[in-house]
């Protein structure tokens, strides 16, 4: 099992910046592709980013290329959002999770970190 906790969400004003964190323990030798979810309210859970296991494949959806950039630190068992030029639309809870299984779906989630843009 793995365990994840994401941390770094806060209020931001629109057009800002956040970082997002996210700490992996228990069987962390397990860990592959790595990622980030949003769920806003009202909506459906949204992909927002993904990281192979070494790092050099990174995937994003439209709504946020060039504006997020998620990197990974396997010696801490960490992976990292960073976001910029943040909008009303990214307001969300922004779930870590890990270990992308060959449907797509990932196995491990955590808690979520709320991230609230304002005007």
């Known amino acids: 099992q793995v365990q994840l906790a994401e941390s770094g969400g806060g209020l931001v004003q629109d057009g800002g910046s956040l970082r997002l964190s996210c700490v992996a323990s228990?069987?962390?030798?397990?860990?592959?592709?790595m990622g980030w979810f949003r769920r806003a309210p009202g909506k459906e859970r949204e992909f927002v980013a993904s990281?192979?296991?070494?790092?050099?494949?990174?995937s994003y959806p439209e709504s946020v290329k060039g504006r997020f950039t998620i990197d990974r630190d396997n010696s801490k068992n960490m992976v990292y959002l960073q976001m910029h030029n943040l909008t009303l639309e990214d307001t969300a809870v922004y779930f870590c999770?890990?270990?992308?299984?060959?449907?797509?779906?990932?196995?491990?989630w955590g808690r979520g970190t709320q991230v609230t843009v304002s005007a």
């Open positions: 990281i192979s296991q070494t790092g050099i494949t990174r």
């Open positions: 999770v890990a270990n992308r299984d060959v449907s797509g779906e990932y196995k491990y």
């Open positions: 228990g069987q962390t030798d397990t860990l592959n592709t």
